[in-house]
């Protein structure tokens, strides 16, 4: 493991101050990270820049100045990241798309003395209707829908390619501070300062679970309870759990929704977890052979990786398959934790260096800083096949080839995706299916806002 701390990736450096940096999140590619800060901003990173790969290109791509108040979540949309949402303490969503026509704008701008942007993302859409801070977004694994949740007690659902709202769902009690959605797309997993973690259907958004035994004595109070559910379906790891007096990591078992695992040995309060959303090979199985050792090797001997990060300021990595972490950073911060993320490289086909990096982790944190932590196959193993990973949520009702020609339907262009049917995804957003663009002043969106009042 090799960890990279660039003491120019910060907030507010036009102030010479540095301001708490609540989230990060890698574009689906792998070329760019983003943060979201307290200073109102977010800004997208070079990776290339981060790992020291280049020094030609700017390190600070682009900086969005359009939220009014501190900005807690970022995520990219799937597959082609085409989108980026963001929630902040203005009450407000935005929607984000890459304007690749303008080079640069009031939208965007690196900080005094430095280059030039050279990406422009502008505001596509203004979700509202949340009554308080905005602590946590997810897309579904298609991006047919998008959750957010807040201070407000309140997630709402909206549809991912129209961004209308479908649903709000109330049951919970208190603030809720973290979303994920099942990989399989059947359910939404929420967590809350009720001390619960619920499970919802996405078939109609109805409560299905209610979990409060791993939290029940918990007395740590967090900024975030962010969940993350693993990439083959099986588990929910879960933030801000207690075993006893000791805080933890909780891990739900899919259906028994028993926590019978958890991760242990930080010292303070999970902020946050994050699942790798691949599933690897373990390091050391056997690969190659014969076709039928391969086929019995793609559905053997794999796991899932997950990291979790908080209070204690450290960041502990572990696999599925072990009772110990793998890695562990401690004191890698001086503030709390507040985010994960991760990014896969794909190794090439006859790829066999034990120490080619297969893994990029980010963490954020109150103190301002981000750091990237490389990881290696002989670390982490080798990334599975996404076919073989998709076979494995078939028996959690997982559309497999279906399901990838209508992420890209909802994600990217907007022709028929073979399958005769029309899944029912237009949303009412037109022939097309577009949204609508962002109002450009308030008088347009007051105007905007009066006209669908009328058609009601």
Not at 39 to 44: E, P, S, T, V
Not at 168 to 176: A, G
Not at 200 to 223: C, M, Q, V
């Amino acid at each position: 493991m090799r960890i990279v701390k660039p003491d120019w990736l910060h907030h507010d450096a036009d102030k010479k101050k540095l301001t708490a940096i609540f989230s990060v999140d890698f574009h689906p590619d792998g070329r760019r990270l983003a943060t979201a800060g307290m200073d109102n901003k977010i800004r997208l990173w070079s990776t290339r820049a981060i790992s020291g790969e280049s020094t030609d290109e700017p390190r600070l791509v682009s900086t969005l100045t359009a939220h009014s108040g501190a900005v807690m979540c970022v995520r990219f949309s799937h597959g082609s990241g085409r989108y980026m949402a963001s929630g902040a303490d203005d009450m407000v969503v935005l929607i984000w798309e890459k304007d690749s026509e303008v080079a640069t704008g009031n939208l965007t701008g690196n900080p005094a003395g430095g280059p030039g942007p050279t990406e422009t993302w502008r505001p596509l859409r203004r979700l509202t209707g949340h009554e308080s801070d905005v602590c946590d977004l997810a897309w579904s694994p298609d991006n047919r829908f998008l959750a957010t949740c807040g201070l407000d007690n309140a997630i709402f659902i909206w549809d991912g390619r129209t961004f209308e709202r479908i649903k709000k769902l109330t049951d919970h009690t208190q603030f809720v501070k973290g979303l994920t959605f099942d990989p399989a797309g059947r359910y939404l997993a929420s967590q809350s300062d009720d001390k619960t973690l619920r499970i919802w259907r996405t078939s109609d958004w109805a409560l299905h679970k209610t979990i409060g035994k791993p939290f029940e004595d918990n007395i740590f109070s967090t900024y975030f309870r962010r969940p993350s559910w693993a990439p083959d379906g099986e588990c929910i790891a879960t933030a801000n759990a207690a075993n006893g007096k000791a805080p933890v990591a909780a891990v739900v078992r899919r259906d028994s929704w028993e926590a019978d695992l958890s991760f242990v040995g930080h010292r303070g309060a999970i902020e946050a977890v994050r699942f790798n959303p691949r599933v690897f090979a373990a390091p050391g199985s056997q690969q190659g052979g014969d076709e039928e050792q391969k086929e019995q090797d793609n559905t053997s001997g794999v796991v899932t990786v997950c990291a979790a990060g908080g209070q204690d300021r450290g960041v502990s990595v572990w696999l599925t398959s072990q009772a110990m972490p793998i890695a562990a950073a401690t004191n890698l911060f001086g503030g709390n934790l507040m985010d994960l993320a991760w990014h896969t490289v794909e190794p090439s086909d006859s790829s066999q260096d034990d120490g080619a990096v297969v893994a990029l982790l980010a963490a954020c944190s109150y103190d301002g800083t981000v750091a990237v932590l490389e990881f290696t196959q002989a670390e982490l193993g080798r990334p599975i096949a996404l076919d073989d990973q998709e076979k494995m949520l078939e028996k959690y009702g997982f559309g497999g080839a279906r399901r990838r020609r209508k992420r890209a339907r909802v994600d990217g262009a907007d022709g028929d995706d073979g399958d005769g049917d029309d899944d029912d995804d237009d949303g009412g957003g037109g022939a097309s299916g577009r949204p609508k663009p962002l109002a450009e002043s308030v008088e347009q969106l007051r105007l905007e806002q009066q006209g669908v009042a009328l058609a009601k």
